[in-house]
């Protein structure tokens, strides 16, 4: 195909990239029609080759314009074509929806966090592993002490080893390695860690041999420690009923202290929390009847003292709460077996939506 006008309608006509192409190599290629044209000039006459010379190079030059522009607008309609069928609505809901929630356990340590922030206390962990100087020793619960076999420990069959110098336990401490039993060592570690004044709590797994519809063998606790100078009972309980009433998000609430015993606090107190059963719903608030709801006291001197601290100077006060049993009260859960089962049905109903964050202002798990 020669003839200017076929070339220019056949580039103009083809429908998409390769037919172009094939028009190209048609034309301008080394078996072209216009190459073969152009091979013509050099037989020419020279007064031919004046008049024809230009006349082919123009036409040489109309054809590759001609493919550059039709090739521009193929380009342009493939990308139109993509954008439209590439199109996504950011305004539509996920599809398929949300999956998957936030765990009961997670929602309540989210819960603990927001509110013990707002009384100014950090967020301390320590290690599941623990041993036994951390776990038992430093908090005075000495070998001897039956409190060792009242937290049905696991202990690790290998590991441990001899304590060498550096804060903690003195040299020559034979240590044991076990799953620690309470968040308690975490009060040690952090005393151990940074110097008072000191505000903090620490969520975590804690592990005991127990199991039935109230106990599993792992679980979730919560320590609170503060210690500075002139602590007394009066910070405990004012701390205490300040955290129940944002966790329970009820301004009616009457805490009760019970004389207790703790190796690690003197005094000891149980705390109960006033409640009441109407219609076999428990609800928080009124002192119609009672529910335990933690352990606490003032922090022991000796435990002050194994972590270094003058006890005459420092003084603190200390609790410890079961996280699982906090959910279930609030929550409204009886079997804590489910709380580990993993199963998705269950999460499904008692789980969290990933957006409600729990803040102050908010409601607390609102
Ligand atoms: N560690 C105790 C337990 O697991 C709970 C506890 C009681 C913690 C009193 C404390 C406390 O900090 O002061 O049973």
């Not at 195909?1 to 083809?14: E, F, G, S, V």
């Not at 420690?225 to 129940?244: P, S, Y």
């Not at 606090?265 to 719903?281: I, K, L, M, Q, R």
Request: hydrophobic share 45%.
């Amino acid at each position: 195909m020669t003839d200017p006008t076929d070339l220019l309608a056949a580039i103009a006509a083809a429908p998409d990239l390769a037919t172009l192409d094939a028009v190209r190599v048609a034309a301008l290629g080394k078996a072209g029609s216009v190459t073969a044209l152009m091979k013509t000039l050099g037989a020419m006459a020279p007064d031919v080759r004046l008049i024809e010379g230009p006349r082919l190079n123009a036409l040489r030059e109309t054809v590759t314009a001609a493919i550059h522009q039709r090739k521009s607008d193929l380009d342009a309609a493939a990308l139109d074509a993509r954008l439209a069928s590439e199109r996504i609505d950011l305004t539509l809901p996920v599809s398929p929806g949300p999956a998957g929630t936030i765990h009961p356990v997670s929602q309540v340590m989210d819960e603990l966090a927001e509110i013990f922030a707002d009384l100014g206390f950090a967020v301390a962990d320590g290690p599941e592993i623990e041993d036994d100087w951390h776990n038992f020793t430093a908090l005075n619960i000495p070998e001897t002490h039956p409190a060792r076999a009242m937290h049905d420990t696991f202990y690790m069959a290998q590991g441990g080893g001899v304590a060498d110098e550096g804060a903690g336990p003195p040299r020559g401490t034979v240590l044991r390695h076990l799953l620690r039993t309470h968040t308690s060592p975490v009060q040690i570690r952090t005393m151990l860690k940074q110097p008072p004044p000191i505000r903090i709590i620490a969520p975590g797994r804690t592990y005991r041999s127990d199991s039935d519809a109230t106990h599993t063998p792992m679980f979730h606790q919560v320590e609170g420690l503060v210690i500075d100078r002139g602590i007394h009972m009066g910070h405990l309980k004012w701390t205490l009923e300040t955290f129940v009433k944002a966790f329970f998000e009820v301004d009616d609430v009457t805490l009760r202290l019970r004389p207790s015993y703790f190796p690690f606090t003197e005094p000891s107190v149980e705390v109960d929390v006033g409640c009441s059963w109407a219609g076999g719903t428990l609800s928080i608030g009124g002192a119609e009847s009672w529910l335990e709801i933690l352990g606490s006291g003032m922090v022991h001197p000796r435990v002050i003292a194994a972590c270094g601290l003058d006890p005459d100077e420092w003084q603190g006060f200390a609790f410890g709460c079961g996280i699982d049993r906090l959910a279930m009260l609030k929550y409204g859960m009886t079997d804590l077996r489910a709380f580990f089962d993993g199963d998705a049905r269950w999460l499904r109903h008692y789980g969290f939506k990933a957006t409600d964050v729990p803040t102050l202002s908010g409601g607390v798990g609102a």
